[in-house]
């Protein structure tokens, strides 16, 4: 089964995310794919957060910047936290001087449907960054954009999508039968 989940900033999705790969996994392997490159204190408190949270869940962490299929392997389950950072990563790549690459993100989209259709559990975690009525800076509007449409065609591969508003659960396609 793959689920896409995406909401908010902390609205609950990390947490429902965690619950759901375990349920999913059973006795099998859980995956814990982080993807965060980490550039301030407020990051680093983050990850301590969410290794905090996931605590005695099972999870062995995996890191993954960039390339996501480097960790596929069709046993267990992986929850992959979040696409967000792996768009950005892959968009505004280190090795570029964090200059715009459209070919990163294009990469970035199809290796994450590729790697759910190869894993036998996948729980996507994606941050709704694209609503709001601000005005940005051009290359954060192509972000938001890049990971819209990204998000848009990772869900239409994914068996379930759900999104998390305020704790509460919206299912949009699928169910969450386990």
């Known amino acids: 089964m793959t689920v896409f989940i995406s909401g908010g900033a902390k609205c609950g999705k990390s947490s429902f995310a965690q619950d759901l790969a375990v349920a999913l996994a059973g006795d099998g392997k859980r995956y814990y794919v982080a993807t965060m490159i980490p550039t301030g204190e407020e990051d680093f408190d ?3 957060q969410h290794i905090a ?3 005695g869940m ?3 962490t995996v890191e993954c910047f960039k390339d996501i299929m480097t960790v596929a392997n069709p046993h267990g389950t992986f929850l992959v936290d979040s696409v967000t950072s792996l768009v950005q990563n ?6 570029k001087n964090f200059e715009m690459d459209l070919n990163g993100a294009n990469r970035c989209a ?7 259709r190869t894993v036998r559990h996948a729980v996507f975690v994606s941050d709704y960054i694209y609503s709001d009525a601000g005005r ?3 290359s954060t509007e192509m972000y938001r954009k890049c990971l819209a449409d990204i998000d848009r065609r ?6 379930t999508v759900v999104e998390v508003s305020a704790g509460q659960l919206i299912i949009h396609k699928g169910d969450l039968c386990i």
């Open 53 to 55: 949270d996931r605590d």
């Open 58 to 60: 099972g999870f062995e």
């Open 154 to 159: 990772l869900a239409a591969v994914c068996d």
């Open 46 to 48: 983050r990850i301590r």
């Open 90 to 95: 892959s968009l505004f790549p280190v090795e």
């Open 136 to 138: 940005y800076s051009e």
């Open 110 to 116: 199809d290796a994450l449907i590729q790697f759910a």
